[in-house]
Nanobody, 124 residues
């Protein structure tokens, strides 16, 4: 069984930056598409960004396009989410997810493995 563990969350002021990491263990995720989702209090979990197995393709939600960057290091079995120009509305628990596909899925149901999440809080 594979496991995903997120880290890098925290409290930051609006306009600041954070870099989230998702470390995979238990299996090699180099053939898996990886995604980031988030869930704000009282809201449903939503798609943030995804990257193909070889980092050849990425996809972003409109509300983070141009501010967030997803990347991966298959040698380290790790995926990253660089978040710049953070806004209070980015406050949420951020989840890492993985699925074995050549595509770049944006749907929550398309992913098979999930981390426990890391809290990101952006103060105004």
């Amino acid at each position: 069984q594979g496991q995903l563990v997120e880290s890098g969350g925290g409290l930051v002021q609006a306009g600041g930056s954070l870099r989230l990491s998702c470390a995979a263990s238990g299996r090699t995720f180099s053939s898996y598409a990886m995604g980031w989702f988030r869930q704000a209090p009282g809201k449903e979990r939503e798609f943030v960004a995804a990257i193909s197995w070889n980092a050849g393709r990425t996809h972003y939600a409109d509300h983070v396009q141009g501010r967030f960057t997803i990347s991966r290091d298959n040698a380290k079995n790790t995926v990253y989410l660089q978040m710049n120009s953070l806004k209070p509305e980015d406050t949420a628990i951020y989840y890492c997810a993985a699925t074995l596909t050549l595509m770049v899925p944006v749907g929550e149901r398309d992913y098979d493995y999930w981390g426990q999440g890391t809290q990101v809080t952006v103060s105004s």
